[in-house]
């Protein structure tokens, strides 16, 4: 980081997030310097946003594009991946590019949501994300006052009613079913979902880098990585440690994934493509429905299996990298197969003890005859 003059104007100099930025910072080069040190702190603080040097006058307004440039930017620095922002970053931009952003109205918002959904069917979850996205965005530009009012807040764009109950999860023979149908680069990224519980974007940001081992020799993955920005060290065993070890000797760089796409493209955009057409060759039903399978299935299916086998939920919870034991009851269901055993159990403890008494018809008739001669 650098401050210097041209002519009678300071510039400041410096680098972030990989991108270099130069700006004018006026005519006094310790006002300049505080101006660095400012965003010095600010980066050292995660508090630094690239959009706040780069002030417009508020008569012409700031351009869709330019905006969804800077969030994007801003989102990627805090460790967000680009393909995240997929209906913000193609839908909206297209319909929206080229108007400022104070003029986008909550019924325009409303009109492109209902025409996108018919046109293309979609779910109430989607439709859901494709607004929240834009709320997103909307709520970057309202905190710098880049637009007067916010279109979506206060229910002002409605949300649709969705059914989030996910009861679909798969069997072992399903696994095995979905793996035969999928292409040779899936195959493994399937049976390690289904063995660790992580998120696809977890699981294609992995590198080799991502393989570490402790000090007694265990092997782990490590990845700051996760939906919740939390740091996720995941212990390798059995086959996932077998895959991970052949995949680590035969990387030639630190930054190389451990789970490649097709034609060297990213496994992320190769899964989304493709997915869809794996499930139903496997005559599943694809989709966010209560029997569709996602890729996200995967991850409900690995706490299920492990919940099954007997592995304590705290465990499950640590495993997945949930916060908190809730998000496990919701992810996770108990079998039918582990009922049936735990109510054996439960009989064999109350009454393999007590022997079952029965009374016959004519007893049971004398007995309500003494009954009403008493009375």
Not at 147 to 160: A, D, M, Q, W, Y
Not at 192 to 219: H, N, V, W
Request: proline content about 4%; aromatic content about 10%.
């Amino acid at each position: 980081m650098a401050v210097y003059s041209r002519g009678e104007q300071c510039w400041i100099d410096f680098y972030y997030a990989g991108k270099r930025y130069r700006r004018p910072a006026g005519t006094n080069g310790k006002e300049a310097r505080k101006a660095l040190d400012r965003i010095k702190g600010d980066i050292a603080s995660g508090d630094f946003d690239p959009a706040d040097l780069d002030p417009q006058p508020e008569e012409l307004g700031v351009l869709f594009e330019k905006a969804l440039d800077l969030y994007i930017e801003h989102r990627e620095a805090q460790g967000k991946q680009r393909a995240s922002y997929l209906y913000l970053d193609r839908l909206w931009r297209e319909v929206l590019k080229g108007r400022p952003v104070r003029e986008i109205t909550s019924e325009e918002i409303e009109m492109h949501l209902s025409t996108w959904g018919e046109d293309r069917d979609w779910a109430p979850a989607t439709r859901n994300s494709t607004l929240m996205q834009l709320s997103g965005f909307l709520s970057y530009c309202y905190g710098r006052r880049w637009i007067e009012s916010h279109p979506t807040e206060k229910g002002r764009v409605p949300l649709l009613a969705v059914d989030n109950c996910r009861e679909r999860w798969l069997t072992l023979a399903e696994i095995e079913t979905l793996i035969e149908k999928a292409p040779e680069y899936m195959k493994p990224m399937i049976r390690f979902a289904c063995c660790t519980a992580m998120r696809l974007g977890e699981i294609c940001t992995l590198t080799r880098a991502s393989y570490q081992k402790a000090e007694d020799g265990k092997p782990y993955l490590v990845t700051e990585r996760t939906k919740n920005g939390e740091r996720l060290v995941w212990p390798l065993e059995g086959w996932a440690k077998e895959y991970v070890e052949a995949r680590v000797d035969d990387l030639p760089f630190p930054g190389s994934h451990l789970f490649a796409g097709p034609d060297g493209e990213a496994a992320r955009e190769g899964i989304l493509r493709g997915f869809q057409a794996v499930v139903e060759a496997a005559g599943f039903e694809y989709g966010r429905t209560r029997q569709g399978i996602t890729f996200h299935s995967l991850r409900r299916t690995a706490a299920t299996l492990a919940l099954n086998a007997g592995v304590p939920e705290h465990v499950v919870q640590k495993l997945g990298n949930w916060k908190d034991r809730g998000m496990v009851a919701l992810y996770a269901r108990v079998s039918d197969v582990t009922l049936r055993d735990a109510a054996g159990k439960l009989a064999g403890l109350i009454g393999g003890s007590h022997k079952v008494v029965t009374i016959d018809r004519e007893a049971r008739e004398a007995g309500a005859a003494r009954i009403g001669a008493s009375a």
